[in-house]
């Protein structure tokens, strides 16, 4: 069992940045592919960004050049660097865990807003 908890959401003007954070609490952290998914009002849940537990990482096309989502094991946590945002970009963000394909786990998500 896996618990994720966001922070770091807020309002931006366009062309500024955020970070977001998860926190993970249980065991072996490290072994979860992790992942940001985001959903704007009326829309599906998008795929953002992902990270294996190997590092390996892939991005949305519409964030790549502009997002980095990296991991730091030791403090269990998953960052999303948001850089050059635009108003496109609002939506809640939500963290999410997966492990071996079968085993999924959500955070509750953070707001994020970009005013143009």
């Known amino acids: 069992q896996v618990q994720l908890v966001e922070s770091g959401g807020g309002l931006v003007q366009a062309g500024g940045s955020l970070r977001l954070s998860c926190a993970a609490s249980?065991?072996?952290?490290?072994?979860?592919?992790m992942g940001w998914y985001r959903q704007a009002p009326g829309k599906q849940r998008d795929l953002v960004a992902r990270?294996?537990?190997?590092?390996?990482?892939a991005y949305a096309d519409s964030v790549k050049g502009r997002f980095t989502i990296s991991r730091d094991n030791a403090r269990n946590t998953v960052y999303l660097q948001m850089n050059s945002l635009k108003p496109e970009d609002t939506a809640v963000y939500y963290c999410?865990?997966?492990?071996?394909?079968?085993?999924?786990?959500w955070g509750q998500g953070t707001q994020v807003t970009v005013s143009s």
């Open positions: 999410h865990a997966n492990l071996n394909g079968v085993y999924n786990y």
């Open positions: 249980g065991n072996a952290f490290n072994i979860y592919a």
């Open positions: 990270i294996t537990s190997g590092g390996s990482t």
